[in-house]
């Protein structure tokens, strides 16, 4: 058995069959993030080590301050691809506003979208894309970090992530295994396991529906009230097992006071089948000067 690669990442249970040489779209990595600089240093040092890079990183940051800054400025100095840092002022939690603002700069055909503590396993981008299929997008799951394993990930320790590490939750997630993905069906509807941690989806698609709904502001549902208006649109829902691995650290619960307002939202989305929403995208993109591009 090989040894552990000198990064994050073991190969123990990590099975990965031979790959068919096919044409994938562009990528574009889109990260949401706030405030919290330990745990977007390690997303980033993870995306560094991407068996395949995405074509461009665009940081989605909800109002960080100036340490959050000095991050992406660092890691933009590393990484092979273009970075773009896109950044609004600290109003509360505004999660839609700032991922439609970094939406509208995307260049890739296909957005790999996480948020800003999930550790990525190294063939993660190339499990997604591999994955992707017109007229779809997909849910990616999660594997749970406990207080230790993330404890020492942010004190700097190297620490291998791997399927049989102690301290994870949801342990089956850890398996990279894409032969069984197609095997899998999973949740179907728009509410059950929805998570924008971990998602994927076509440019045009999330310009068809205008984005995520700014109307929603507070966490809950926005995640699931955007892949409504997918569903609405045609789109269907995959679920990626068994590839898509990404490590989620450990943090405190955010408030969930905004969850019944949000909740409403999603439930007239459903009931009224809306695909398009009002406050969405657009008007960032009118201001980025339009199509921005292959």
């Given at each position: 058995?090989?040894?552990?690669?000198?990064?994050?990442?073991?190969?123990?249970?990590?099975?990965?069959?031979?790959?068919?040489?096919?044409?994938?779209?562009?990528?574009?990595?889109?990260?949401?993030?706030?405030?919290?600089?330990?745990?977007?240093?390690?997303?980033?040092?993870?995306?560094?080590?991407?068996?395949?890079?995405?074509?461009?990183?665009?940081?989605?940051?909800?109002?960080?301050?100036?340490?959050?800054?000095?991050?992406?400025?660092?890691?933009?100095?590393?990484?092979?691809?273009?970075?773009?840092?896109?950044?609004?002022?600290?109003t509360g939690f505004r999660?839609?506003?700032?991922?439609?603002?970094?939406?509208?700069?995307?260049?890739?055909?296909?957005?790999?979208?996480?948020?800003?503590?999930?550790?990525?396993?190294?063939?993660?981008?190339?499990?997604?894309?591999?994955?992707?299929?017109?007229?779809?997008?997909?849910?990616?799951?999660?594997?749970?970090?406990?207080?230790?394993?993330?404890?020492?990930?942010?004190?700097?320790?190297?620490?291998?992530?791997?399927?049989?590490?102690?301290?994870?939750?949801?342990?089956?997630?850890?398996?990279?295994?894409?032969?069984?993905?197609?095997?899998?069906?999973?949740?179907?509807?728009?509410?059950?396991?929805?998570?924008?941690?971990?998602?994927?989806?076509?440019?045009?698609?999330?310009?068809?529906?205008?984005?995520?709904?700014?109307?929603?502001?507070?966490?809950?549902?926005?995640?699931?009230?955007?892949?409504?208006?997918?569903?609405?649109?045609?789109?269907?829902?995959?679920?990626?097992?068994f590839g898509g691995v990404?490590?989620?650290?450990?943090?405190?619960?955010?408030?969930?006071?905004?969850?019944?307002?949000?909740?409403?939202?999603?439930?007239?989305?459903?009931?009224?089948?809306?695909?398009?929403?009002?406050?969405?995208?657009?008007?960032?993109?009118?201001?980025?000067?339009?199509?921005?591009?292959?």
């Amino acid at each position: 058995m090989p040894e552990d690669p000198p990064s994050l990442w073991s190969t123990r249970g990590d099975l990965d069959p031979h790959r068919a040489m096919i044409t994938l779209p562009t990528a574009s990595l889109l990260v949401a993030t706030y405030n919290w600089e330990g745990a977007l240093d390690c997303v980033l040092a993870s995306v560094q080590a991407q068996s395949r890079l995405p074509d461009e990183l665009v940081i989605a940051d909800d109002g960080s301050g100036p340490a959050t800054a000095e991050v992406v400025a660092r890691w933009a100095a590393r990484l092979p691809v273009p970075v773009r840092h896109v950044w609004h002022e600290d109003t509360g939690f505004r999660l839609a506003a700032i991922r439609n603002r970094a939406l509208a700069t995307v260049r890739g055909e296909y957005v790999l979208m996480i948020d800003g503590d999930m550790v990525l396993h190294p063939h993660f981008v190339d499990s997604h894309l591999r994955f992707a299929r017109a007229g779809a997008y997909v849910q990616g799951g999660r594997v749970l970090l406990r207080e230790e394993p993330t404890r020492r990930l942010l004190a700097g320790e190297p620490l291998a992530l791997h399927l049989f590490m102690r301290g994870i939750g949801n342990r089956v997630n850890a398996l990279h295994f894409p032969a069984l993905s197609r095997l899998h069906r999973g949740a179907r509807g728009p509410l059950q396991r929805t998570r924008g941690c971990n998602m994927a989806y076509w440019r045009a698609d999330a310009e068809r529906v205008n984005g995520f709904n700014e109307d929603m502001e507070g966490w809950g549902r926005e995640d699931s009230e955007f892949v409504a208006r997918l569903m609405n649109a045609g789109i269907a829902r995959r679920n990626l097992k068994f590839g898509g691995v990404a490590y989620h650290l450990h943090h405190r619960t955010r408030p969930q006071d905004a969850v019944a307002a949000n909740h409403a939202v999603y439930e007239r989305v459903v009931r009224e089948r809306t695909v398009r929403c009002v406050n969405g995208m657009d008007k960032y993109r009118a201001q980025t000067g339009g199509d921005p591009g292959p």
